[in-house]
């Protein structure tokens, strides 16, 4: 399967402060997947990012509070802006590298914010 | 619109016992249906899926499910599991928007 690297794997920050995720994939691939997973609960399709393309937000997630580069088929960064505590999560990549439905997700990013 | 409903938060069970975790969707047309694990501080782990064909989906390591059309569910069962079995279990779905829907997981908690 695909090897998903995400880094950092955890970070404590400020908040009003920003910080950017990284998800580098070792195969190309069309479509990344950003989500969010908040203290206890599931998992949140944040946006969808194509290569060459402006990303696709979900409802409730807005691309200046989360801006998303994908400059090619292998990498992806999500920024998450501004940061309150209500951001603490873990933010977790995922790509379907088969291209039959079989998504893998990278290990996590856990955000605490204070 | 699509959602996924996991019945049970949590599902405490002894070693070597069988366990069911529930899972039901709405839809309204065909979906594909997975079973994922997120094993403590670990990224989520495909356990197995159902896209088309026999309704009974097995795993490498004895978890399987059951599609049920009628009732819309997708029920993860194991018939005797291990220890090393504890984890948070997410059924999600594959809506015509190419996105997964996640229910809100269901811990399984394995007691010696």
């Known amino acids: 399967s695909a090897v998903i690297s995400q880094k950092p794997s955890r970070d404590i920050c400020q908040r009003g402060t920003s910080l950017t995720i990284q998800c580098q994939v070792d195969?190309?691939?069309?479509?990344m997947f950003w989500y969010r997973q908040q203290p206890g609960q599931s998992l949140t399709l944040i946006a969808t990012a194509n290569q060459g393309s402006e990303a696709t937000y979900e409802s409730g997630f807005v691309i200046d509070k989360f801006p998303i580069s994908r400059p090619n088929l292998t990498f992806s960064t999500l920024t998450v802006s501004n940061m309150s505590p209500e951001d603490s999560s873990i933010y977790l990549c995922?790509?379907?590298?088969?291209?039959?439905?079989?998504?893998?997700f990278g290990s996590g990013t856990r955000l605490t914010v204070v | 619109a699509q959602s996924v409903t996991q019945l049970d938060s949590q599902v405490p069970v002894f070693e070597e016992a069988p366990v069911e975790l529930r899972c039901n969707y709405s839809?309204?047309?065909?979906?594909?249906l997975f079973w994922y694990v997120q094993y403590p501080n670990q990224g989520l782990q495909l356990l197995l899926k159902?896209?088309?064909?026999?309704?009974l989906v097995e795993s490498i390591n004895g978890f399987e499910a059951e599609f049920n059309k009628s009732q819309t569910s997708f029920h993860l069962r194991k018939p005797s599991v291990h220890i090393s079995d504890t984890a948070e279990y997410f059924c999600a779905v594959h809506n015509q928007g190419g996105k997964l829907i996640f229910g809100q997981g269901t811990e399984l908690s394995v007691k010696p």
């Open positions: 159902y896209l088309s064909g026999s309704t």
């Open positions: 195969s190309q691939v069309t479509m």
């Open positions: 995922s790509v379907d590298w088969t291209g039959n439905y079989g998504y893998t």
């Open positions: 839809s309204s047309v065909s979906v594909y």
